[in-house]
C-alpha cells in the first residue's frame, strides 16, 4: 500500500510561485501515474493535473494551464507541482494521488495524501 505525503503548501500573495511536492513511499513509483487535485473550502475537489509514469503524458485543467507545471522524478520517488502566478482563486487544499491509469478522473484514483493548504491573498 502507498504512503503519499505533500509538502510545500503556504500563504502566498497573488502572482506569487510555489512548488508543491508529493513523496510517494511503499509502493512502486514508478509504475504510478501521479496526479494533483485541489479543494477549495465549500467546494467539491476537482482536477488539477496528472502526469503519467514516464512523464510522456501531461494533461492540466484549463484554469491553471501555462501557470502550472507537474514533473517527476522516479528516482525521489517524487512528483511536483510548479505553481507559477498564483491567484486567490488557486486557494485551496492540493492533494496528490497516485494510479495505475493515466487520468484526470479522481475515481481512477487508488491513494492519496492528506494535502497541503495553499493561500492566496491579493
Known amino acids: 500500500q502507498a504512503h503519499l505525503e505533500e509538502s510545500g503548501g503556504g500563504s502566498v500573495q497573488a502572482g506569487d510561485s510555489l512548488t508543491l511536492s508529493c513523496v510517494v513511499s511503499?509502493?512502486?513509483?514508478?509504475?504510478?501515474?501521479m496526479g494533483w487535485f485541489r479543494q477549495a473550502s465549500g467546494t467539491e475537489r476537482e482536477f488539477v493535473s496528472t502526469?503519467?509514469?514516464?512523464?510522456?503524458?501531461?494533461k492540466y485543467a484549463d484554469s491553471v494551464k501555462g501557470r502550472f507545471t507537474t514533473y517527476r522524478d522516479n528516482d525521489k520517488n517524487t512528483v511536483y507541482l510548479q505553481m507559477n502566478n498564483l491567484q486567490p482563486e488557486d486557494t485551496a487544499v492540493y492533494y496528490c494521488?497516485?494510479?495505475?491509469?493515466?487520468?484526470?478522473?479522481?475515481?481512477?484514483?487508488?491513494?492519496w495524501g492528506k494535502g497541503t493548504l495553499v493561500t492566496v491573498s491579493t
Open positions: 494521488a497516485s494510479t495505475l491509469l493515466w487520468s484526470d478522473s479522481e475515481k481512477e484514483y487508488d491513494y
Open positions: 511503499g509502493g512502486m513509483f514508478s509504475r504510478y501515474a
Open positions: 502526469i503519467s509514469w514516464s512523464s510522456a503524458s501531461i
